[in-house]
């Protein structure tokens, strides 16, 4: 769930212990067949990393689960498989978050980065695009360039006329997505029926259970999931998680409140490093990032308009080590020089519209511009850097109305087995939203919290006590008996 403020959320009833009654969620065992990982005919935002370890299959799965001999999609698969049959215990099936964001490649980037090497030992490692994204059947809204280039929130509004301005372009989006060529995905293209895909998978490799290990929206996905198939989930690990809303509007406009959360830690760091000529405190930081908005919103300087401004800060703080490329394009705005040239978000027409079908599909968002403008108003004033975006009017705002099934509501039935991990000031998933999906597990889950900002915990973050205790919990099964708060620790 990076770039562009990507947002995502919830869906569907949790029908019986299973499944849709009637319906069967069976694969059969052994279906998949693996091979060598293509790059032939993927989408650019869709190549998965070189890595001769990792294979590739493809799983059919119902369009609609109350059809479940109708109309079929591809599911893209990847496996990287242990190599340690003696202490393999199952599959590991993983989420980079999103929605919208492939999957494919998600095993090899976790192998790469740090995933312990007794993890990659002890599961086969699976990695997966949802239903409308990269190489499984995808979704398109047919959006232009220069609805791409808008991103995925609205511009920030200052007025009530800024947000009345801004409804017909999220109605043209909204009519686009619900007249395209893959209009008939879209009743179905929701979080709960991606969690029926995934139990078809776990039928398909012929395994009794799954453990998860799935980040930003992939914790809500594992949270349906474990919801919908309780007798299903092994070791469940949700990292940087949502509220139990999911994606909502509530989820949106907790943006804001991220962006507030995270952005001293950045203060800090521009403060203690006076040669970007950002201040010397972190008032005077603050000071910079309003002076250069209104800047950019009188006149935008080399590609840079105050919307896309406010978008890149909030979406490098979701780590540490881009904090210097953050203060080196402030410094380069600051003075009237290019910045630096970042380079540019690819697929962003599918990820967009995969992201629009779920989060617009999954639950009800206001449909009236009137109540836009009333949330504006609240959130301009609570989080002035970012809420007069974040609460802001998008196409979920004129959603056809069908919806198939209600969201799933989390609770907390089933076994405990279930570990949150969480940074206290994570800008994508702010702690206020996980410590409400916390609560709503109750005893089926356990949280670990890090003194630490950033989204993302395992295997990226810097925190060891937080890692370890999901290290421990995959590989050993021991969980912590309750709640933890990691200290902050140094920076190496």
């Avoid at 810097?462 to 933890?484: E, I, Q, W, Y």
Wanted: aromatic share 8%; proline share 10%.
């Amino acid at each position: 769930m990076h770039r562009a403020l990507a947002l995502a959320l919830a869906a569907t009833a949790v029908v019986a212990a299973t499944t849709i009654p009637g319906v069967p969620v069976a694969a059969t065992p052994g279906s998949v067949r693996w091979g060598p990982c293509s790059e032939r005919a993927a989408p650019a935002h869709a190549a998965v990393p070189a890595s001769p370890a990792l294979e590739c299959a493809t799983l059919h799965v119902p369009l609609d689960y109350r059809d479940p001999h109708g109309r079929q999609i591809e599911i893209a698969v990847s496996r990287l498989a242990s190599e340690e049959p003696s202490q393999r215990r199952g599959v590991l099936l993983t989420s980079p978050g999103g929605p919208g964001i492939t999957g494919l490649g998600y095993p090899a980037v976790l192998a790469g980065s740090g995933l312990p090497q007794e993890v990659l030992d002890s599961y086969d490692v699976i990695g997966f695009d949802p239903r409308g994204v990269g190489r499984s059947t995808p979704v398109t809204c047919d959006l232009t360039p220069e609805q791409q280039a808008r991103g995925n929130v609205p511009p920030y509004a200052h007025t009530a006329a800024d947000v009345a301005r801004e409804a017909p372009n999220a109605r043209t989006v909204a009519e686009q997505c619900a007249t395209s060529r893959t209009a008939w995905m879209l009743p179905h293209t929701t979080t709960a029926n991606t969690a029926r895909d995934m139990d078809r998978i776990r039928a398909a490799l012929g395994e009794p259970k799954l453990s998860y290990l799935g980040a930003s929206y992939g914790s809500h996905l594992g949270a349906v999931y474990t919801t919908m198939f309780p007798g299903h989930g092994d070791r469940i690990v949700l990292d940087s998680s949502l509220g139990p809303g999911g994606y909502d509007v509530t989820a949106m406009r907790l943006l804001a409140r991220g962006m507030e959360d995270r952005f001293p830690d950045f203060a800090a760091f521009a403060a203690a490093h006076p040669e970007y000529g950002l201040g010397t405190t972190r008032r005077q930081v603050t000071a910079k990032f309003f002076d250069l908005a209104a800047r950019l919103e009188a006149k935008p300087l080399q590609g840079f308009d105050a919307t896309s401004f406010r978008g890149f800060t909030f979406d490098r703080l979701y780590s540490d080590a881009d904090m210097p490329l953050v203060a080196e394009t402030w410094q380069a705005l600051d003075t009237g020089r290019p910045p630096p040239v970042t380079s540019p978000f690819p697929g962003m027409e599918n990820f967009m519209s995969a992201r629009f079908s779920v989060i617009c599909g999954d639950s009800r968002w206001p449909e009236t511009v009137r109540e836009y403008q009333r949330n504006v108003a609240v959130d301009r004033l609570r989080y002035p850097m970012l809420g007069g975006a974040t609460a802001g009017i998008g196409p979920c705002a004129f959603w056809p109305d069908e919806r198939v099934e209600p969201p799933v509501p989390i609770g907390g039935r089933g076994p405990s087995n279930v570990l949150m991990v969480q940074n206290e000031r994570d800008p994508g998933t702010p702690l206020t939203g996980a410590r409400k999906l916390r609560r709503a597990f109750g005893g089926r889950a356990a949280m670990v919290t890090a003194d630490q900002g950033g989204h993302g915990v395992y295997p990226f973050g810097p925190n060891t006590c937080a890692k370890d205790a999901v290290t421990m919990f995959l590989t050993v099964g021991k969980r912590p008996s309750r709640d933890v708060a990691c200290a902050a620790e140094p920076v190496k």
